[in-house]
Structures are given as structure tokens and as C-alpha cells.
Nanobody, 115 residues
Framework: QVQLVESGGGLVQPGGSLRLSCAAS????????MGWFRRTPEKQRELVSL???????NYADSVKGRSTISRDNAKNTVDLQMNSLKPEDTAVYYC?????????WGQGTQVLVSA
């Protein structure tokens, strides 16, 4: 069992920045890929970014160039730095961790981008 807790969301103006963090606890030794998904107000589920245990990254086109995902395997954390935020980035952001073919999800953190 792995538990994931996100933090760092909130209200930010367009063009601003946020750093989302996710801390994993429990049976964390075998965690592989981690990442972030988001659920928009329109109920769309979107991949944001993934990072493998070896540090290989993947970004959605919508955030590429504006976002950086990173992880600390010793601390069992994964972060998402988001810059130049747009209103369309508004969503609930969920942290993902995988162990082989099993998925574990956090409770989500709200990001609201609005002037």
C-alpha cells in the first residue's frame, strides 16, 4: 500500500507560477514511474507529466516548455514546477505512483488560474 499526498495548489494569476509537490509513504521501495494528471472543470482527464524511476520525463504538449517534473527517490517525492500559467491550467491535479502494473493516486490539489 502506498499513500500519496499532494500540496502546493492554490489561486494564481495568469502568467504566474506554482510548484506542486507529492509525498509518497508506505510501501515505497518499488515505486517506478510517477507523475501528474489533472481533471479540468469540463471533466476532462489529462496527462500532465510523467517521470520514470531513472529520471526520463514526458510532458503533455499543453504544458511542454512551461513545466518541469522532478523527483527525489530518497525522499519519495515528485514535484511539478509550472510557470506561465494559463486559465486553461485550472484543474484538480492528481499525483500518480506506479508499482509494476498497479496505480496509486493522491487526493488531488486544486489549481485555479484566474485574474
Amino acid at each position: 500500500q502506498v499513500q500519496l499526498v499532494e500540496s502546493g495548489g492554490g489561486l494564481v494569476q495568469p502568467g504566474g507560477s506554482l510548484r506542486l509537490s507529492c509525498a509518497a509513504s508506505g510501501s515505497t521501495v518499488s515505486i517506478g514511474t510517477m507523475g501528474w494528471f489533472r481533471r479540468t472543470p469540463e471533466k476532462q482527464r489529462e496527462l500532465v507529466s510523467l517521470i520514470t524511476s531513472g529520471g526520463i520525463t514526458n510532458y503533455a504538449d499543453s504544458v511542454k516548455g512551461r513545466s518541469t517534473i522532478s523527483r527525489d527517490n530518497a525522499k519519495n517525492t515528485v514535484d511539478l514546477q509550472m510557470n506561465s500559467l494559463k486559465p486553461e491550467d485550472t484543474a484538480v491535479y492528481y499525483c500518480l505512483a506506479t508499482i509494476v502494473n498497479r496505480e496509486f493516486w493522491g487526493q488531488g490539489t486544486q489549481v485555479l488560474v484566474s485574474a
